[in-house]
């Protein structure tokens, strides 16, 4: 018997089945008063303009209610596995048979590990606090339990994925995320461009979705299982190395890039902000876009002997963290500037995990979450502010998320401010804030396994890994460098400096209410604290790789092959490597501070530049419209005339829907001119049929 058998982690299921009623409930108070709306012929407002929903407190009750319970259980069953030995296994809870198929049998099962509840942590701990967060910033949005509804939806999904036990279950939750994100981001979907960002994300999605479908065939069709013990257990059938191990896991690389938004697959990220500021908190910090790096790290045992798979992940890792961090020094739109950050940061948690530092990789993954949802929220704080400015004077022009509108709002939002710059310098690795020591335990996993470890001995396209791995450190580097510097833009245009907010909005602009205000404290405390998860042991300011020992039995045996032969660091190394790390985010910083004049900011009607390095990153490289004219252009158009015009028209229509429809009108023509109604035709007809039959009976004699 296991363990965790009678424990609290009998309750996993209760995880994603609350949010989940949630999301029926509030589903149902979304259609029932969508029905009363139309009955009264008030289809798209409530009472009066403005005003609240009539369901408002049981909306919050079920909507946050719901996750912050999950997030009860979540700590429940955490607990419950803290206290089970190391050597207990992962804890498999079955419910049923859902595809029994001659030797394919896939369960309905959820697996209680190390791995799964932290991620579990995170999906319920910082989303029960946006849930929180959404009940200020959408208060008087029309559609306020739909938009709830969605939110549980979201969070459903996404325990479904981090908790499921094969790969099977895992890709429900994988394609719910992206069904999910698909009603949130186009929320306000009476605005074409809004829809159309939440069509762009949930197809270039399906694009790394294919992939991940391509790997899961080629491990049922080789190992006969797609359960994670299983394939765990039959990893040493596959030749280390080989071209079919290789495959499996650039296949579900594909996956994770289109999920996590990597290179070339990183286009519908940026878009995904037309989308409530709070979806994007969700998005970006706590659930969908980690959903790759959790599958890299899940499936360490496979890209441990997949060294070729192993240094793609980095290579494709370390080159979207840079390409998003040069175009986020150019962006004026507040959330466009986050949302390439987070692009940059995925990028570098590949970089991580690809390398074999899973820890390293899960580690920023969750400090991630708790600074990258603080300035998301923080700068949802900043625009509901100033929407409520811009609507008390009457201002149905100026952009809300413009940073060229803002400034000199430290003064009026001074708790806003405070927060923001704490998780600012977090992301720029400012130490003892949490992102410090993820990304410099990053930087130090990666300048470790370049120095001579399994990875480094490999190569890819014929470049020995360890120039592989010792390129990649040089590009986090540079990407550090640049994240400060594009904070630190953000930070200097929006508080600092003289206020350049429109007219007499400015006056109206005020810290936002403690619903919103709360959750940034908490995650303005866990972005200070949230390093001591995994203290090095250069820095013993507590127990130290607290994450690295609790994520070992998961990971550890991964990261060894892959690591092994790495030298050590010693202990003048490390403080360099730390030296390094600290130096170039304070550089970053302070060359931001000097550059980015809040008094020198252009307006926005003035002239964009036409040519140079900032021309191209003003318009991202023009990544999209390369995309839009060398793929989707081509494809309508042979869809149109090939497929359309061609096939459907041409031939299915003409034979099939026109072509019986022709031929009974002819066949009725035809019966229209016999029957004239003159007998004098009629007998010559008779005579000539007759003499024709005589011809024929003379003929065949």
């Given at each position: 018997m296991h363990p965790l058998t009678g424990t609290a982690a009998d309750l996993v299921w209760l995880l994603p089945l609350l949010p989940f009623l949630g999301f029926v409930a509030n589903g149902w108070l979304s259609l029932r008063g969508a029905v009363r709306a139309r009955v009264t012929a008030h289809p798209t407002r409530l009472e009066t303009e403005g005003s609240r929903h009539p369901q408002f407190t049981l909306v919050n009750v079920i909507g946050v209610g719901s996750v912050v319970a999950a997030f009860g259980v979540a700590i429940a069953v955490f607990a419950a596995l803290a206290g089970a030995p190391d050597a207990a296994g992962p804890y498999v809870q079955t419910y049923g048979s859902w595809l029994p198929s001659g030797d394919l049998r896939v369960d309905w099962a959820f697996q209680v590990d190390r791995l799964s509840m932290v991620m579990a942590l995170i999906v319920t701990g910082v989303g029960a606090l946006i849930h929180v967060f959404s009940v200020g910033y959408m208060a008087d949005d029309p559609g306020y339990p739909r938009y709830f509804s969605y939110?549980?939806?979201?969070?459903?999904?996404?325990?479904?994925?981090?908790?499921?036990?094969?790969?099977?279950?895992?890709f429900v939750g994988w394609e719910g995320v992206g069904l999910a994100s698909y009603l949130?981001?186009?929320?306000?979907?009476?605005?074409?461009?809004?829809?159309?960002?939440?069509?762009?994300?949930?197809?270039?999605?399906?694009?790394?979705?294919?992939?991940?479908?391509?790997?899961?065939?080629?491990?049922?069709?080789?190992?006969?299982t797609l359960d994670f013990r299983e394939v765990a257990q039959r990893v040493p059938e596959l030749a280390a190395g080989g071209g079919l191990v290789t495959a499996i896991c650039l296949f579900l690389f594909l996956g994770a890039a289109g999920k996590s938004a990597q290179m070339p697959l990183y286009i519908w990220l940026p878009d995904a902000m037309a989308g409530p500021t709070p979806v994007s908190a969700l998005i970006h910090a706590a659930t969908m876009v980690t959903g790759g790096v959790y599958l890299v790290a899940r499936s360490a045992d496979l890209f441990a002997i997949a060294p070729v798979a192993s240094l793609t992940v980095v290579v494709v890792g370390a080159v979207t963290a840079i390409f998003a961090a040069v175009i986020g020094l150019k962006q004026w739109d507040i959330k466009k500037v986050l949302a390439y950050s987070t692009v940059s940061q995925l990028g570098m948690m590949f970089v991580a995990v690809g390398s074999g530092a899973y820890v390293a990789g899960l580690?920023?993954?969750?400090?991630?979450?708790?600074?990258?949802?603080?300035?998301?929220?923080?700068?949802?704080?900043?625009?509901?502010?100033?929407?409520?400015?811009?609507?008390?004077?009457?201002?149905?022009?100026?952009?809300?998320?413009?940073?060229?509108?803002?400034?000199?709002?430290?003064?009026?939002?001074?708790?806003?401010?405070?927060?923001?710059?704490?998780?600012?310098?977090?992301?720029?690795?400012?130490?003892?804030?949490?992102?410090?020591?993820?990304?410099?335990?990053?930087?130090?996993?990666?300048?470790?396994?370049?120095?001579?470890?399994?990875?480094?001995q490999a190569t890819w396209l014929g470049i020995p890994g360890s120039v592989v791995l010792g390129t990649a450190y040089a590009i986090l580097l540079v990407t550090a460098l640049l994240t400060a510097v594009y904070m630190t833009r953000l930070m200097r245009y929006a508080f600092h400096g003289p206020s350049r907010v429109p007219g007499d909005a400015a006056a109206h602009v005020a810290e936002s209410p403690w619903v919103m205000r709360g959750p940034l404290v908490v995650l303005g405390a866990l972005t200070v604290a949230g390093g001591w998860l995994n203290l090095p042991a250069l820095l013993p300011l507590g127990p130290v790789g607290t994450l690295e020992h609790w994520l070992a039995p998961v990971t550890g045996r991964g990261a060894a092959v892959l690591a092994a032969g790495a030298p050590a660091l010693g202990h003048g190394t490390e403080q360099a490597l730390v030296g390094v790390a600290v130096a170039v985010a304070l550089a970053g910083i302070a060359i931001a501070w000097v550059v980015c004049r809040p008094d020198a900011v252009p307006a926005p009607d003035a002239p964009a530049p036409t040519s140079g390095f900032g021309w191209?990153?003003?318009?991202?490289?023009?990544?999209?419209?390369?995309?839009?004219?060398?793929?989707?252009?081509?494809?309508?158009?042979?869809?149109r005339l090939v497929l359309w015009r061609g096939i459907d028209l041409g031939v299915l229509d003409a034979l099939f829907v026109r072509g019986p429809g022709a031929l009974t009108r002819g066949i009725g023509w035809a019966g229209t001119r016999l029957q004239s109604g003159l007998v004098g035709t009629y007998v010559w007809v008779i005579a000539i049929a007759v003499l024709a039959v005589l011809g024929l009976m003379l003929l065949m004699k």
């Open positions: 939110l549980n939806l979201f969070v459903f999904f996404m325990l479904t994925l981090v908790l499921g036990a094969s790969y099977a279950v895992i949130l981001i186009g929320f306000w979907f009476s605005e074409t461009r809004n829809a159309d960002a939440g069509k762009k994300a949930f197809i270039v999605n399906r694009v790394g979705d294919f992939g991940f479908l391509i790997a899961m065939f080629l491990l049922w069709a080789n190992l006969g580690f920023h993954l969750v400090t991630h979450a708790f600074f990258k949802a603080l300035l998301f929220l923080g700068a949802g704080a900043v625009i509901h502010a100033l929407h409520h400015g811009y609507h008390a004077v009457h201002d149905e022009t100026s952009d809300a998320q413009d940073l060229r509108l803002m400034g000199g709002l430290r003064r009026r939002m001074p708790v806003t401010f405070a927060l923001m710059w704490i998780a600012t310098l977090a992301i720029a690795g400012v130490p003892p804030l949490a992102g410090f020591f993820s990304k410099d335990e990053i930087l130090a996993s990666v300048f470790r396994q370049a120095g001579g470890s399994a990875l480094a191209l990153l003003s318009n991202k490289f023009f990544v999209d419209e390369a995309i839009e004219a060398l793929i989707v252009a081509p494809l309508v158009k042979v869809s």
